[in-house]
């Protein structure tokens, strides 16, 4: 069963560019979540999609990021314009239906912003 | 603002050793706790979950849970060096909230 998959794996750009991230979930996950991981520290979680819904949104920075889920099942993250600050590890993860509590991550995209 | 506290480390134990990673948590309601592994540059990786007080056995891993205290610990049994990483505690609320609170981590090395 393939995993998680997250492109770019690395990603760098300049300061107020525009950058997107995409996460393909396990097969049959209808619930995603993406999460930023700042060096030294736990994950955060920025948002939580069951299907296209976004149920939980409250951790994500409205003014410069944004997130879809158009039908279901891969999703993008957006950030723009980026600021130095958001150099982090983006993490997706995703779990089965009724199974919130099995979260299986991607490999994460690094974004280094100059 | 909830938090799950998690001494950072380094822990280091030889091989054979057992290694005793510690968590404390400040929501009373939060109702599922998990051990994930870290290596370094890697993603998380689920060890772990713990429901109910008392331990809960895995191989050479062992989860502790005391609501009361509002404390979990993992215990590495035989460590290995291949165990080297970084330990993330994370709680969850209950029902569907699903949101994993993690804490910062405890970098682990097992010497051979």
């Known amino acids: 069963e393939a995993g998680v998959v997250q492109s770019p794996r690395y990603k760098i750009i300049e300061k107020k560019q525009p950058v997107a991230f995409w996460c393909n979930p396990i097969?049959?996950?209808?619930?995603l979540y993406w999460y930023l991981q700042n060096l030294g520290q736990g994950p955060e979680l920025l948002i939580r999609y069951e299907n296209e819904e976004a149920v939980d949104d409250s951790q994500l920075p409205k003014d410069r990021f944004s997130a879809e889920r158009l039908k279901g099942v891969d999703s993008t993250l957006k950030i723009q314009p980026a600021e130095l600050g958001d150099s982090a590890v983006y993490l997706c993860?995703?779990?089965?239906?009724?199974?919130?509590?099995?979260?299986?991550f991607g490999p994460g995209t690094r974004l280094l912003v100059l | 603002q909830k938090e799950v506290e998690q001494n950072s480390g380094p822990l280091s134990v030889p091989e054979g050793a057992i290694a005793s990673l510690n968590c404390t948590y400040s929501?009373?309601?939060?109702?599922?706790f998990f051990w994930y592994r870290q290596y370094s540059g890697k993603s998380p990786e689920l060890i772990m979950f713990?429901?109910?007080?008392g331990d809960k056995e895995d191989g050479r891993f062992t989860a502790q849970l005391n609501k009361a205290s509002q404390y979990v610990s993992l215990l590495i049994r035989d460590s290995q060096p291949s165990d080297s990483a970084t330990y993330l505690c994370a709680v969850m609320g209950g029902g569907s909230n699903y949101k994993l609170t993690f804490g910062k981590g405890t970098l682990l090395t097992v010497n051979p």
């Open positions: 929501d009373r309601g939060s109702q599922s």
């Open positions: 713990i429901y109910s007080n």
């Open positions: 993860a995703s779990s089965p239906p009724g199974k919130g509590e099995t979260q299986y």
């Open positions: 097969s049959g996950h209808n619930t």
